[in-house]
């Protein structure tokens, strides 16, 4: 019963780097979304998908880009990664639309950019 | 978009003592959750409550869409109720629910 699994659990990068987040769920779930935590903050909504094929942008997308080709994989791609990146990035899914929403999150991956 | 603030942002406990802490949102929801954050980052679900009256254990909350507000209620508090405890709404619109907005988080710290 894995949830939502997210893979690397920490990462250190050089500015101009680039590199791939992974996420992947195992409950079916339609909706999948990519968010952001800074020290001392609540979460952010960076990108997220409604379903296979469909993605669109959240509050703060800026320097990344995703792609939802299966229902159960949403990875979040660093282009060229920036020292402004560090952050915990997390992973969530939920049924989509008026249904039972509820979001589960993966245990997050610890990014820094030096 | 909507606003969401918690408070208050600390709470320093004495192991046994209760507590209330109280989120309010800014618009109509379709979606509610409580989520604690523990001291190794990881986020658990605790209550998905877009209205009425919930418990889990020593754990409850209370959303009252109407009045726009929802509070989660610890008794009995052990020090493993320590973290950042984050209230997330998500709208009404067609699919909004599912795109939750945090509000800053209740920092609390259980002492024994």
């Known amino acids: 019963n894995a949830g939502v699994t997210q893979t690397p659990k920490f990462q250190v990068l050089k500015t101009g780097q680039s590199m791939t987040l ?20 609540g ?13 669109d942008q959240g509050e703060v997308p800026n320097g990344y880009n ?6 159960e994989d949403f990875p979040l791609r660093l ?3 920036a020292p402004s990146q560090t ?18 999150f993966g245990q997050g991956t610890r990014l820094t950019v030096v | 978009g909507i606003q969401v603030e918690q408070s208050p942002p600390d709470l320093i406990l004495q192991e046994g003592a209760n507590s209330t802490l109280r989120c309010n949102f800014s618009d ?30 020593r754990l409850s909350a209370t ?21 950042v405890y984050f209230c997330a ?12 907005t945090f509000g800053g988080g209740t920092r609390v710290l259980v002492k024994p």
């Open chain 1, 66 to 71: 995703v792609s939802r080709s299966t229902t």
């Open chain 1, 22 to 41: 992974q996420c992947a769920q195992d409950m079916n779930h339609e909706y999948m979304s990519w968010y952001r935590q800074d020290p001392g903050m």
């Open chain 1, 87 to 104: 952050s915990v990035y997390f992973c969530a899914s939920s049924y989509s639309g008026r249904v039972r929403t509820e979001a589960f």
């Open chain 2, 89 to 100: 709404v998500g709208g009404v619109i067609k699919a909004a629910g599912n795109k939750l």
């Open chain 2, 28 to 57: 109509s929801v379709n979606n509610l959750q409580w989520f604690h954050q523990n001291p190794w980052g990881q986020l658990i679900n605790l209550f998905y409550i877009p209205s009425g009256t919930k418990q889990n254990g």
């Open chain 2, 63 to 83: 959303t009252v869409a109407t009045e726009r507000y929802s509070l989660l209620y610890i008794s009995s508090s052990q020090t493993t109720d320590s973290g």
């Open chain 1, 79 to 81: 282009l060229s990664a």
């Open chain 1, 43 to 55: 979460l952010r909504l960076i990108h997220y998908s409604v379903g296979a094929g469909i993605t």
